[in-house]
Nanobody, 125 residues
Framework: QVQLVESGGGLVQTGGSLRLSCAASGRTFSTITRAWFRQAPGKEREFVAAIRWSNSSTDYTDSVKGRFTISRDNAKNTVYLQMNSLKPEDTAVYYC??????????????????WGQGTQVTVSS
């Protein structure tokens, strides 16, 4: 089993920044990709960004490109999501997720085995 714990959410004004953290523990060697998803009220969970542990290659959804950066700290087994130039439409619960070997469609929630409890991000206009 892998445990994921998010932190760093909060309330920020439009144009502000936040950094989310996702600390992993347990059988983390079984996970090869970490990602962030978000879910706004009344909407489906959507992909935000992913990073492959093997080579640190990244993917982003179009709406956050140029504003968000996903990164990792191997020593701390932690993934970060730096969010800049935040907009009200970024308001959501942000979830950290981990996928194992064989995951291909990294933008699909179904590919991920482990999930954190979520952290609320609210951007005021």
């Amino acid at each position: 089993q892998v445990q994921l714990v998010e932190s760093g959410g909060g309330l920020v004004q439009t144009g502000g920044s936040l950094r989310l953290s996702c600390a992993a523990s347990g059988r983390t060697f079984s996970t090869i990709t970490r990602a962030w998803f978000r879910q706004a009220p009344g909407k489906e969970r959507e992909f935000v960004a992913a990073i492959r542990w093997s080579n640190s290659s990244t993917d982003y959804t179009d709406s956050v490109k140029g504003r968000f950066t996903i990164s990792r700290d191997n020593a701390k087994n932690t993934v970060y999501l730096q969010m800049n130039s935040l907009k009200p439409e970024d308001t959501a619960v942000y979830y950290c997720a981990a996928a194992g070997v064989g995951a291909r469609r990294l933008e699909k929630a179904i590919e991920y085995i482990y999930w954190g409890q979520g952290t609320q991000v609210t951007v005021s206009s």
